[in-house]
Protein backbone atom coordinates (compact mmCIF):
# COMPACT_ATOMS: atom_id res chain seq x y z
CA UNK A 1 0.00 0.00 0.00
CA UNK A 2 1.26 3.75 -0.60
CA UNK A 3 0.24 6.79 -0.32
CA UNK A 4 -2.45 6.84 -3.48
CA UNK A 5 -4.11 3.78 -1.85
CA UNK A 6 -4.78 5.85 1.78
CA UNK A 7 -5.96 8.99 -0.14
CA UNK A 8 -8.22 6.62 -1.86
CA UNK A 9 -9.48 4.83 1.07
CA UNK A 10 -10.07 8.09 3.19
CA UNK A 11 -11.99 9.66 -0.43
CA UNK A 12 -13.91 6.12 0.60
CA UNK A 13 -14.30 6.14 3.89
CA UNK A 14 -15.87 9.83 3.35
CA UNK A 15 -18.02 9.06 0.44
CA UNK A 16 -21.25 8.49 2.17
CA UNK A 17 -21.37 4.95 0.28
CA UNK A 18 -20.70 1.89 2.29
CA UNK A 19 -20.10 -0.10 -0.72
CA UNK A 20 -17.43 1.94 -1.97
CA UNK A 21 -15.54 1.75 1.52
CA UNK A 22 -16.10 -1.67 2.26
CA UNK A 23 -14.40 -2.73 -1.19
CA UNK A 24 -11.05 -1.93 0.70
CA UNK A 25 -11.86 -4.21 3.71
CA UNK A 26 -11.37 -8.63 3.64
CA UNK A 27 -13.96 -10.23 5.13
CA UNK A 28 -12.57 -11.67 8.38
CA UNK A 29 -11.31 -8.02 9.45
CA UNK A 30 -11.08 -7.41 12.42
CA UNK A 31 -12.10 -4.14 13.89
CA UNK A 32 -11.21 -1.44 16.90
CA UNK A 33 -11.78 1.95 18.24
CA UNK A 34 -9.91 2.48 21.34
CA UNK A 35 -11.28 5.54 22.57
CA UNK A 36 -14.93 4.14 22.12
CA UNK A 37 -13.96 0.81 23.54
CA UNK A 38 -15.63 -0.98 20.94
CA UNK A 39 -14.62 -4.11 18.94
CA UNK A 40 -16.36 -5.94 15.66
CA UNK A 41 -14.98 -8.61 13.13
CA UNK A 42 -16.29 -10.40 10.12
CA UNK A 43 -20.11 -9.46 9.30
CA UNK A 44 -20.26 -7.67 12.35
CA UNK A 45 -17.89 -4.87 11.31
CA UNK A 46 -20.46 -3.61 8.05
CA UNK A 47 -23.43 -1.94 10.84
CA UNK A 48 -20.29 -0.05 12.27
CA UNK A 49 -18.61 0.91 8.24
CA UNK A 50 -22.23 1.60 7.61
CA UNK A 51 -22.80 3.77 10.96
CA UNK A 52 -19.59 5.86 10.16
CA UNK A 53 -19.59 6.26 6.57
CA UNK A 54 -23.20 5.41 5.01
CA UNK A 55 -24.52 7.92 7.48
CA UNK A 56 -22.48 10.72 5.39
CA UNK A 57 -21.50 12.74 8.66
CA UNK A 58 -18.18 11.59 8.72
CA UNK A 59 -15.36 12.77 6.71
CA UNK A 60 -11.54 12.12 7.11
CA UNK A 61 -9.04 14.68 5.50
CA UNK A 62 -5.78 12.68 4.57
CA UNK A 63 -2.51 13.70 6.24
CA UNK A 64 -0.26 10.73 5.52
CA UNK A 65 1.09 7.33 5.07
CA UNK A 66 3.44 5.23 6.54
CA UNK A 67 3.75 1.83 5.73
CA UNK A 68 3.93 -0.80 3.16
CA UNK A 69 2.36 -4.20 1.75
CA UNK A 70 1.78 -5.69 5.35
CA UNK A 71 0.24 -3.02 6.88
CA UNK A 72 0.30 0.98 8.22
CA UNK A 73 -0.92 3.81 9.81
CA UNK A 74 -2.66 6.36 8.46
CA UNK A 75 -2.89 9.68 10.12
CA UNK A 76 -6.49 12.12 9.11
CA UNK A 77 -8.19 14.61 10.68
CA UNK A 78 -11.76 13.66 11.34
CA UNK A 79 -14.86 15.91 10.97
CA UNK A 80 -18.07 14.90 11.95
CA UNK A 81 -21.22 16.51 12.59
CA UNK A 82 -23.14 15.08 15.21
CA UNK A 83 -26.80 13.64 15.14
CA UNK A 84 -27.14 12.80 19.18
CA UNK A 85 -25.17 13.20 22.10
CA UNK A 86 -21.57 12.07 21.97
CA UNK A 87 -19.86 10.19 25.11
CA UNK A 88 -22.56 11.50 27.18
CA UNK A 89 -22.25 15.00 26.41
CA UNK A 90 -25.12 17.00 24.00
CA UNK A 91 -23.67 17.32 20.41
CA UNK A 92 -26.70 17.40 17.99
CA UNK A 93 -26.31 19.52 15.42
CA UNK A 94 -22.38 20.40 16.20
CA UNK A 95 -19.43 20.08 14.47
CA UNK A 96 -15.99 18.33 15.82
CA UNK A 97 -12.74 17.58 14.53
CA UNK A 98 -10.15 15.75 15.75
CA UNK A 99 -6.59 13.86 14.31
CA UNK A 100 -7.15 10.10 13.81
CA UNK A 101 -4.49 7.76 13.84
CA UNK A 102 -5.56 4.49 11.79
CA UNK A 103 -3.41 1.55 11.87
CA UNK A 104 -3.96 -0.73 9.13
CA UNK A 105 -3.20 -4.47 8.28
CA UNK A 106 -3.41 -6.19 5.05
CA UNK A 107 -4.13 -9.70 3.97
CA UNK A 108 -2.35 -11.14 0.84
CA UNK A 109 -4.96 -9.99 -1.36
CA UNK A 110 -4.25 -6.19 -0.42
CA UNK A 111 -7.73 -5.82 1.95
CA UNK A 112 -7.62 -4.33 5.11
CA UNK A 113 -7.53 -7.32 7.96
CA UNK A 114 -7.22 -5.40 11.05
CA UNK A 115 -8.38 -1.71 11.50
CA UNK A 116 -7.59 0.01 14.75
CA UNK A 117 -8.26 3.69 15.36
CA UNK A 118 -6.92 6.04 18.05
CA UNK A 119 -7.92 9.61 18.74
CA UNK A 120 -8.60 12.15 21.14
CA UNK A 121 -11.90 11.96 22.43
CA UNK A 122 -11.20 14.64 25.11
CA UNK A 123 -10.48 17.21 22.57
CA UNK A 124 -13.87 16.78 20.48
CA UNK A 125 -15.37 16.84 24.23
CA UNK A 126 -13.65 20.26 24.78
CA UNK A 127 -14.76 21.20 21.58
CA UNK A 128 -18.65 20.17 22.08
CA UNK A 129 -18.69 21.87 25.43
CA UNK A 130 -17.48 24.77 23.86
CA UNK A 131 -13.69 25.09 24.47
CA UNK A 132 -10.70 25.71 21.91
CA UNK A 133 -9.77 22.03 20.18
CA UNK A 134 -7.28 20.96 18.31
CA UNK A 135 -6.94 21.69 14.51
Do not use: K
Not at 75 to 90: A, T, Y
Not at 104 to 129: C, K, M, N
Amino acid sequence: MNEQWARDWCAAMSSGETGRAQAFYGPEVVFEDVPFGMTASGEAFLPVLEHFVGSGNNAFEFVRFSGGPEGGAVESVWRSSHERDFLGVPAAGRSTQTRLVTVLGFDPEGRISRHTDYWDARDVVAQLQGFQGSE
